[in-house]
Every structure is written in C-alpha cells, then in structure tokens.
C-alpha cells in the first residue's frame, strides 16, 4: 500500500482525505479524524507539538485510522509543502508501520506544441 500526503490548496484530485479537525467548506472528500490532532495543539511550538501529538494521536487514536487507508489515498491538511505539519508525523508514523508513505507530487503538464 502506498500513501500519499498533501494539503488543501495544493492537491486537486479525487483521492483526497483530510486528516483535519475541521476541513475547507469546499471540500467534499472524506476525513480520517483519528490522524487530526485535537484544537489546542493548534499553536504549539513544533518543540512542543510533536511529543504531544505523539502521546494524543499516535498513541491513542492513529491505529484505528489504519482501517480507513486505501492504497493511493492522499492525506490532506492546511500546510503547504516544506511547512511543519502532523502530516509528516502521521507519514512518518506510517512507514514504521510498514506503510510505503510519502509526499504528493503533482505531475508536469506536457503541452503539446502546434505546428503551423
């Protein structure tokens, strides 16, 4: 199984699910809330977030999230590409699980050239 992981504004496709307490109004796709972390966490340091993420979310509520992946899902939060994010904790979290697990690419347009 192989899982992808993105956030909102950079991903496009139908294979998006947030892993978000709460999700943009225009998304439709399904959520895996046991993978969110809980509100007030929200403006943590990173020093301080990630053993608190571990302690609320690893180990308590992320194995029942395992029963909800499919292969090819893209987990999707808020922070763009490069920002810290529990996405990474939870990819992280998932290749020591076994799970093949990394960030989304998109791929290059080809346009086609015209020729006169």
Do not use: N
């Amino acid at each position: 199984m192989k899982i992808y992981t993105s956030y909102f504004a950079g991903y496009r496709g139908q294979s998006g699910v947030s892993i978000a307490r709460s999700s943009p109004r225009w998304f439709k796709g399904d959520s895996i809330i046991e993978f969110a972390p809980p509100y007030y966490m929200i403006h943590y340091s990173e020093q301080k977030y990630i053993p608190e993420f571990q302690t609320q979310v690893l180990l308590k509520t992320a194995k029942a999230g395992l029963k909800k992946l499919k292969d090819g899902m893209v987990l999707l939060c808020y922070e763009k590409q490069g920002d810290f994010c529990h996405r990474h904790l939870i990819a992280e979290w998932l290749r020591s699980q076994g799970i093949e697990a990394e960030e989304w690419q998109s791929q290059p347009k080809i346009i086609q050239e015209t020729m006169f």
